[in-house]
């Protein structure tokens, strides 16, 4: 028989567990949810130590204020399935939703932070994964499949066309566990940005 649909339920306050069963993983159990506004200090925390492990903890600006205001908050004890996120609308002042992952014991271990991107050439909306960070006591227990796989579901349920995300390359070990999952090497391309004074000197370049 095969396993029924994961649900993810914003309960953390009563304590409950979700229904979400990991069925693929060495780990029996564990649950996410769309985070609430209570998740926050947890996330800057998850964002400091993701930093921290890709050298560049200077570099965190986020605060608890900055994420209150720019990420889709789930309300309380309200149910959500990966398929069907129920959150504040997503907004380009609010842009980016977050899932929150616990372990076996109730305690948080990973986090995926993302929003909405469009592929012109298909026409189709997608996810674009701003960060996957699953805690260093917590790895390879399938933690990182499972956030990757919930929000998969949540692009094939909306019709769209691509989940991606990019990854350091000195991390041989995500790169390698990417791969293993299906995703591939966007090797054609290179990224590009431009920020703080570069930004509004573009802004202002016809002025």
């Given at each position: 028989?095969?396993?029924?649909?994961?649900?993810?339920?914003?309960?953390?306050?009563?304590?409950?567990?979700?229904?979400?069963?990991?069925?693929?993983?060495?780990?029996?159990?564990?649950?996410?949810?769309?985070?609430?506004?209570?998740?926050?200090?947890t996330?800057?925390?998850?964002?400091?130590?993701?930093?921290?492990?890709?050298?560049?903890?200077?570099?965190?600006?986020?605060?608890?204020?900055?994420?209150?205001?720019?990420?889709?908050?789930?309300?309380?004890?309200?149910?959500?399935?990966?398929?069907?996120?129920?959150?504040?609308?997503?907004?380009?002042?609010?842009?980016?939703?977050?899932?929150?992952?616990?372990?076996?014991?109730?305690?948080?271990?990973?986090?995926?932070?993302?929003?909405?991107?469009?592929?012109?050439?298909?026409?189709?909306?997608?996810i674009?994964?701003?960060?996957?960070?699953?805690?260093?006591?917590?790895?390879?227990?399938?933690?990182?499949?499972?956030?990757?796989?919930?929000?998969?579901?949540?692009?094939?349920?909306?019709?769209?066309?691509?989940?991606?995300?990019?990854?350091?390359?000195?991390?041989?070990?995500?790169?390698?566990?990417?791969?293993?999952?299906?995703?591939?090497?966007?090797?054609?391309?290179?990224?590009?940005r431009?920020?703080?004074?570069?930004?509004?000197?573009?802004?202002?370049?016809?002025?």
């Amino acid at each position: 028989m095969a396993p029924a649909p994961c649900k993810v339920r914003h309960a953390r306050r009563e304590g409950m567990l979700s229904d979400c069963w990991l069925k693929y993983s060495p780990v029996s159990e564990m649950n996410a949810h769309w985070i609430m506004m209570v998740d926050v200090s947890t996330i800057l925390q998850l964002i400091r130590e993701l930093a921290d492990y890709e050298h560049e903890l200077d570099a965190v600006e986020a605060t608890e204020a900055t994420l209150l205001s720019t990420i889709a908050f789930a309300p309380d004890n309200v149910e959500s399935t990966s398929t069907a996120p129920n959150t504040e609308p997503t907004s380009p002042s609010r842009p980016a939703r977050c899932l929150l992952l616990f372990n076996e014991q109730d305690k948080p271990a990973g986090m995926a932070l993302y929003f909405y991107n469009y592929s012109t050439w298909r026409a189709k909306a997608g996810i674009y994964l701003e960060d996957l960070f699953v805690r260093e006591t917590e790895r390879k227990k399938g933690y990182g499949k499972k956030l990757l796989v919930e929000l998969a579901k949540e692009v094939v349920a909306t019709n769209g066309g691509r989940l991606e995300w990019s990854v350091l390359k000195w991390n041989e070990p995500s790169i390698k566990f990417y791969e293993s999952i299906g995703a591939k090497a966007m090797d054609e391309w290179v990224g590009m940005r431009v920020d703080r004074e570069n930004l509004t000197k573009l802004a202002r370049l016809l002025d």
